[in-house]
């Protein structure tokens, strides 16, 4: 999978947020294999709080930021059957916004980077038909998965307490 990544004020500049967003999707493919086609693509904006929210109640209705979005493109069933060869296939979009994300890593007493790996692992996977919202069982696997990514990574469990 390629990335479109586009990094907006207020992100800080001293950390290679590029390189991190590809080492999650690698990670994020090492787990979820629906991933790794190489015909997939999707974007990834890092951007503010004002923003995040101004999408979340344009595509979500609901009037708040969040940390995370993630807009598929695709449903789960065509991605499983998504052929290796042929045309680039955009996967989805997400968007991250950066006073939630740096609020929350304070909170959990984690690196900011180490929680927008987590973040973007988390939508990849959302983007992939993973969905934690349909039940606790849904919701165990992809923390399993999430989980699994980011010791690829060589992050810690986000789900440990």
Known sequence: MSLEIEIEDPWPTATDWADLAEAAAQAAAAVAPELGNPRLSASVLLTSDAEVHVLNREWRAKDKPTNVLSFPMIGREQLLDLPRDGAPEMLGDLALAWETCAREAADKGIAVE??????????????????????????EAMEALETKALAKMGLPDPYQA
């Open 114 to 139: 180490a929680h927008a790996a987590h973040l973007i692992v988390h939508g990849l996977l959302h983007l992939a038909g993973h969905n934690h919202e349909l039940g606790e069982a849904e919701a």
